[in-house]
């Protein structure tokens, strides 16, 4: 697509830092171009203003609570206050929501699986109809390498090939019957892959998938299960609220 191109250029730089410091730092522009819209596009004062009110109701409500009648008459007036709130952060954050929706599939179309290397031993699953049944094929253009037989019986619905291959992109063809079906796949030495799975409507073929190993971005202890979008999501709240501290923002 012609935005994943554009963005490939204009974060081509952080393409060469570690992973997890490429996401913290998109975390942090994404975070401030939320913050500086919000900024300059609401009464700061009135948003204040608003945020000090919610705070006192909050503080009336607690002491109010065993007077039903003035509990009630404070919780509307925060309902209101709330949707005042809500109405004057909407929208900046409709401004903002289109282009961080590109920039969130351009991150996953680039930090969420691993590379495969050259001569890398990888997966490959062909997923068929529950009715599909007899052997499947895999026939694979010259640069590519089967671990095991091309030909595959297909059980429980699916049939997978381990294979390897020199630098560069492969097209694997799957023939079943008369059916046949093609996936590319990017060997490479740069961290860089095409989409992983291809999803097929008609015939037996439902799918067919490289099996990419999930790109670990900060690994945990023995759970490193922490990809780009736990990076991205905990580092943004952390800038947000640092940055809306620090420009004043309501």
Do not use: C
């Amino acid at each position: 697509m012609a935005y994943y191109d554009f963005l490939n250029i204009i974060f081509a730089p952080l393409l060469r830092l570690p992973t997890a410091l490429a996401v913290i730092i998109i975390s942090f522009i994404v975070s401030l171009l939320v913050v500086v819209i919000s900024k300059y596009m609401t009464d700061q004062a009135l948003m204040k203003k608003i945020k000090e009110d919610i705070k006192e109701n909050q503080k009336q409500a607690k002491e109010s609570k065993n007077n039903p009648g003035k509990l009630m008459e404070i919780q509307k007036k925060q309902m209101a206050l709330t949707m005042q709130q809500f109405q004057h952060t909407l929208k900046p954050t409709l401004i903002t929501f289109i282009p961080i929706i590109f920039i969130f599939g351009w991150m996953n179309a680039t930090f969420a699986y691993e590379g495969i290397s050259p001569q890398q031993e990888f997966g490959v699953t062909a997923f068929f109809d529950k009715n599909a049944n007899g052997n499947v094929e895999l026939v694979a253009q010259e640069g590519i390498s089967l671990m095991a037989n091309k030909t595959q019986k297909i059980e429980n619905g699916k049939a997978s090939w381990n294979i390897n291959g020199v630098e560069g992109e492969h097209l694997l063809e799957f023939v079943h019957g008369s059916e046949k079906q093609q996936k590319n796949v990017l060997i490479t030495t740069n961290n860089k892959y095409i989409e992983p799975i291809k999803k097929i409507k008609n015939g037996a073929f439902k799918a067919i998938q490289i099996n990419y190993r999930k790109l670990v971005v900060i690994p945990i202890g023995f759970r490193d299960w922490l990809g780009w979008l736990g990076t991205y999501i905990w580092s943004s709240i952390i800038l947000t609220m640092v940055l809306r501290k620090v420009m004043k923002v309501y």
